[in-house]
Nanobody
């Protein structure tokens, strides 16, 4: 499984960005996909995830502002980020977990999101 993330950039506080993650390879084995982020000096954290049945989960810090969605035909998982705050500044990664795996094992390259005026 290969993952390609895109969509990062510089945005002002209160603005929006949409990240996209395109999956290729053995995508039929993917059961769950998520977006992580790592801010400077902080540990990596799970921002949002979507499971094959459509169930979604969000970190408390982004609930009501971020939305994860998937397009099975385009084989992409997007993260719509609204009402962005400076503390959302981080390197964002998409990740995939296959059925039966205990943890995410496939990772895309990071895409930088900077929220600043």
């Amino acid at each position: 499984v290969q993952l390609q993330a895109s969509g990062g950039g510089l945005v002002q506080p209160g603005g929006s960005l949409r990240l996209s993650c395109a999956a290729s390879g053995r995508i039929f084995s993917i059961n769950e996909m998520g977006w992580y982020r790592r801010a400077p000096g902080q540990q990596r954290e799970l921002v949002a995830r979507i499971i094959s049945g459509g169930t979604t989960n969000y970190a408390d810090s982004v609930k009501g502002r971020f939305t994860i969605s998937r397009d099975k035909f385009k084989k992409t998982v997007d993260l719509q980020m609204d009402s962005l705050k400076p503390e959302d500044t981080a390197l964002y990664y998409c990740a995939a977990k296959v059925l039966g795996a205990s943890d995410y094992e496939y990772w895309g390259q990071g895409t930088l999101v900077t929220v600043s005026s």
